[in-house]
C-alpha cells in the first residue's frame, strides 16, 4: 500500500527567504507526483505535476524535483512571501490501468510567511 | 477551459437528516470523477471514484453513497447523517486525454449537529 510522508508538517519562515518542502512515497511503481496548495476553508490548487518520466518541473518560483528511485519530492520555493503562506500538499497517482488515476496523498505542510 | 463546481458551499444539517451534494464539470468529456473528504486536521481521504456513467467505486465502507447520472454530474449522498460524517467535501476530476493531472472543485463544508 502507497504511503505519503511530508516534513516538515509545519514551517515559519520570514519574508525573503528560500525553503524546501520534502515529500517521500513508498512504493516508486508511481504514474506522477502532484503538489497542491490549499488555502483556508478552500479546494486544492493544482502547482505542478510531474510525471514519472521527469526530473523537474518549474513554475514561476516554484520548482518541484522528483527521483522515483528513491521516493522523493522536494518543492522548493525561492524568495517567499506572505501570500505563499498555505497548507501544501503533495500526491502520487499509482501506475497501472486498475488505479484510476487515484490519489494518495500525505498530510500536508503547514507554511506561514511572515513579514 | 475546464470548470468544477460544488454546491453547496456550506451546508448545517442536523443527526438523521438525508444528504445530497452535488458536482459538475464543464469543460471535458468522460472524465474520471471522485469525491473525497478532509476532516479537521487531517488528510484527504478518497471516499468514491467513477470511470463512467452509472459506475462507482467506494473506497470507503460508510454512510454515504455516489452516483453519476451523467457524463459530468457526480453526486454524494446520504439516508440518514451521523455526526461522523462532518466535514469538508471535496469533488475532483482527472482525464487521460489530458495530462493525467487531478483538479479540485471549491469544497462543501458539511457540519452535523
Known amino acids: 500500500k502507497q504511503e505519503v510522508t511530508q516534513i516538515p508538517a509545519a514551517l515559519s519562515v520570514p519574508e525573503g527567504e528560500n525553503l524546501v518542502l520534502n515529500c517521500s512515497f513508498t512504493d516508486s511503481a508511481i504514474y506522477n507526483l502532484q503538489w497542491f496548495r490549499q488555502d483556508p476553508g478552500k479546494g486544492l490548487t493544482s502547482l505542478l505535476l510531474i510525471q514519472s518520466s521527469q526530473r523537474e518541473q518549474t513554475s514561476g518560483r516554484l520548482n518541484a524535483s522528483l527521483d522515483k528511485s528513491s521516493g522523493r519530492s522536494t518543492l522548493y520555493i525561492a524568495a517567499s512571501q506572505p501570500g505563499d503562506s498555505a497548507t501544501y500538499l503533495c500526491?502520487?497517482?499509482?501506475?497501472?490501468?486498475?488505479?484510476?488515476?487515484?490519489?494518495?496523498f500525505g498530510q500536508g505542510t503547514i507554511l506561514t510567511v511572515h513579514p | 477551459s475546464q470548470t468544477i463546481h460544488q454546491w453547496p458551499a456550506t451546508l448545517v444539517q442536523p443527526v438523521g437528516s438525508p444528504l445530497s451534494l452535488e458536482c459538475t464539470v464543464e469543460?471535458?468529456?468522460?472524465?474520471?470523477l471522485y469525491w473525497y473528504r478532509q476532516a479537521a486536521g487531517r488528510g484527504l481521504q478518497l471516499l468514491f471514484y467513477s470511470v463512467g456513467i452509472g459506475q462507482i467505486s467506494s473506497e470507503v465502507p460508510q454512510n454515504l453513497s455516489a452516483s453519476r447520472p451523467q457524463d459530468r454530474q457526480f453526486i454524494l449522498s446520504s439516508k440518514k447523517l451521523l455526526l461522523s460524517d462532518s466535514g469538508f467535501y471535496l469533488c475532483?476530476?482527472?482525464?487521460?486525454?489530458?495530462?493525467?493531472?487531478?483538479?479540485f472543485g471549491p469544497g462543501t463544508r458539511l457540519t452535523v449537529t
Open positions: 469543460g471535458t468529456s468522460n472524465p474520471n
Open positions: 475532483a476530476w482527472s482525464s487521460m486525454d489530458r495530462d493525467g493531472a487531478q483538479y
Open positions: 500526491a502520487v497517482r499509482i501506475a497501472g490501468g486498475t488505479s484510476y488515476g487515484k490519489l494518495t
